[in-house]
């Protein structure tokens, strides 16, 4: 069994950046494909991004490329989400997803079947 907790989350203003980390308990290791997702009240569940279990590859959903980057540290059990240049439509729940068979390179595509996933951490960016 993997839980997996966020931290991070909080007020910024537009421009600012964010750091998010997720600690999964458990043996993820390098087994697992770790991921966040975001999700704003009334509207689908949005892919941000994810990473491989070694971390050498990683995939990003089309909003926060260049903007985001994901990262991971297997040793600890960890893994964080750099947030910079925060805009006001960053507004959500971001939320630490894991899962030991769906590739870093389409969890976009195969999110509902994402077997791990956090309680959730809100951000809200001010305009």
């Known amino acids: 069994q993997v839980q997996l907790v966020e931290a991070g989350g909080g007020l910024a203003q537009a421009g600012d950046s964010l750091r998010l980390s997720c600690a999964a308990s458990?043996?993820?290791?390098?087994?697992?494909?770790m991921g966040w997702f975001r999700q704003v009240p009334g509207k689908e569940r949005e892919f941000i991004a994810a990473?491989?279990?070694?971390?050498?590859?990683?995939n990003y959903g089309d909003s926060v490329k260049g903007r985001f980057t994901i990262s991971r540290d297997n040793v600890g059990n960890r893994m964080s989400l750099q947030m910079n240049s925060l805009k006001p439509e960053d507004t959500a729940v971001y939320y630490c997803?894991?899962?030991?068979?769906?590739?870093?390179?389409?969890?976009?595509?195969?999110?509902?079947?994402?077997?791990?996933w956090g309680q959730g951490t809100q951000v809200n960016v001010a305009s």
């Open positions: 990473i491989s279990g070694s971390g050498r590859s990683s």
């Open positions: 997803a894991a899962d030991p068979t769906i590739s870093d390179q389409v969890m976009d595509l195969y999110a509902d079947g994402v077997r791990y």
């Open positions: 458990g043996r993820t290791g390098t087994r697992f494909t």
